[in-house]
Each structure stands twice: as C-alpha cells, then as structure tokens.
Nanobody, 126 residues
Framework: QVQLVESGGGLVRDGGSLRLSCAAS????????MAWFRQAPGKEREFVAA????????YYADSVKGRFTVSRDNAENTMYLQMDSLKPEDTAVYYC???????????????????WGQGTQVTVSS
C-alpha cells in the first residue's frame, strides 16, 4: 500500500509561483507512473501533468505547458510540481496520483491511477 501526501498549496497573487510536493510512503515509487490532477469547484477532476516511471518522461496539459514543471526526487520518494506564472484559473485543489506501473506513457485519465493523496488547495488571486 502506498500513501501520498501533498503539501505546498496556498494563496498567491496572479503571476506568482508555488511548489507543490507529493511525498510517498509505504513503497518506493521510482518505478511508478505518477501524475498531478486538479479539481475546481463545480468542475470535474482534470489532468495537469504526468511523470513516467523514474521521471524520465513528462507530459503536460496544454493549459499549463510552459508554466508548470513536474519532477521527482527518487532519494526522497517525492514528486514535485513547480508552478510559475500562476493565473486565477489555476485555482483548484491539486491532487497527486500514482500507479505501480513502469509506464513511459502515463494516462491522462484519473481512473487509471490507483493511489491518491488528500489534495492541497491552491488559490490564485487577481
């Protein structure tokens, strides 16, 4: 069993930056595919970014491409999401997810992932 805990959310102004962390415990996740999703009030959970096993391959939603960067620290068993040039429309609860699959093409569908964190709130004010 894997437990995921997100942190780093908060309130930031338009154009600001935040760095989210997703700390995994229970198993080493270096061989897992992992991803970030977000969910705004009244909207469905949407894909943000994904990292293939070992962090070698990364994918981004068009809405965040060029502004967000996903990375991993295998020694810390942690995934990060660096968010720059934040916009009010980035406001949402951000979740990390993982699946024990050494995939280099992780899915953008939330139903593909087995483990989820509890989420961290990101609010961008205009």
């Amino acid at each position: 069993q894997v437990q995921l805990v997100e942190s780093g959310g908060g309130l930031v102004r338009d154009g600001g930056s935040l760095r989210l962390s997703c700390a995994a415990s229970g198993r080493t996740v270096s061989s897992y595919a992992m991803a970030w999703f977000r969910q705004a009030p009244g909207k469905e959970r949407e894909f943000v970014a994904a990292s293939g096993w070992n962090g070698g391959i990364t994918y981004y939603a068009d809405s965040v491409k060029g502004r967000f960067t996903v990375s991993r620290d295998n020694a810390e068993n942690t995934m990060y999401l660096q968010m720059d040039s934040l916009k009010p429309e980035d406001t949402a609860v951000y979740y990390c997810a993982a699946i024990p699959m050494a995939s280099s093409n992780p899915s953008r569908s939330p139903t593909w992932y087995r483990y989820w964190g509890q989420g961290t709130q990101v609010t961008v004010s205009s």
